[in-house]
């Protein structure tokens, strides 16, 4: 069973800087692709970073310029810095590997940026 935990969030004021972890394990298999969403509550789940196998990358336009997502396949580890956060980047991260058999998601990471 594939298991992934995120560590990194916390509160930062606006114009700071977090960096969230993502660590995978329970499985051989890369993913096809491994990425972060967010939520807020009474919001749908929405997509702020996804990388694939061949690196290439995808941003939400709320954070293009902002955020980067990385990876350390040796490790078995994603990354996201985030840059530049905003009052409206306060959400719950969740960490996501991608297979061909399904999508894993892990627990969460609250970030919570003041003004």
């Known amino acids: 069973q594939v298991r992934l935990v995120e560590s990194g969030g916390g509160l930062v004021q606006a114009g700071g800087s977090l960096r969230l972890s993502c660590a995978r394990s329970?499985?051989?298999?890369?993913?096809?692709?491994v990425g972060w969403y967010r939520q807020t509550p009474g919001k749908q789940r929405e997509l702020v970073a996804v990388i694939d196998d061949g690196g290439i990358t995808n941003y939400a336009d709320s954070v293009e310029g902002r955020f980067d997502i990385s990876t350390n396949n040796a490790k078995n580890m994603v990354y996201l810095q985030m840059n530049s956060l905003k009052p409206e980047d306060t959400a719950v991260y969740y960490c996501?590997?991608?297979?061909?058999?399904?999508?894993?998601w892990g627990q969460g990471t609250q970030v919570t940026v003041s003004s």
């Open positions: 996501s590997a991608t297979y061909y058999r399904g999508t894993y």
């Open positions: 329970g499985s051989i298999l890369r993913p096809n692709a």
